[in-house]
């Protein structure tokens, strides 16, 4: 079993930067490979990005990719997506989850946090 907390969340002006933060509970953090995903209301929970285990392997989806990274610490059993170059269209509820592979799936993940907002005003 393996809990997510999600941090660092909040308003930010579109163009600015954001560190989100995910905090694993349980000594397999490291067995797992780690996803962060985004939703708005009224639509589908969307992949953002992917780590596998070690950390060596990073997947973007394209409307993030070359503005966030993820990234992991498994020492701390974190895993942290590093946002830059904020738009509106950011704007969501951002959550981190546990699974078996670094995919774009949501039905592939284990566990899930309980999501952070993520505001970018105009």
């Known amino acids: 079993q393996v809990q997510l907390v999600e941090s660092g969340g909040g308003l930010v002006q579109a163009g600015g930067s954001l560190r989100l933060s995910c905090a694993a509970s349980?000594?397999?953090?490291?067995?797992?490979?780690m996803g962060w995903f985004r939703q708005v209301p009224g639509k589908e929970r969307e992949f953002v990005a992917a780590?596998?285990?070690?950390?060596?392997?990073?997947y973007y989806a394209d409307s993030v990719k070359g503005r966030f990274t993820i990234s992991r610490d498994n020492a701390k059993n974190t895993v942290y997506l590093q946002m830059n170059r904020l738009k509106p269209e950011d704007t969501a509820v951002y959550y981190c989850?546990?699974?078996?592979?670094?995919?774009?799936?949501?039905?592939?993940?284990?566990?899930w946090g309980q999501g952070t907002q993520v505001t970018v005003s105009s």
């Open positions: 780590i596998n285990r070690s950390g060596g392997n990073t």
């Open positions: 989850a546990a699974g078996p592979y670094p995919v774009v799936s949501t039905t592939l993940y284990d566990y």
């Open positions: 349980g000594r397999t953090f490291s067995s797992y490979c």
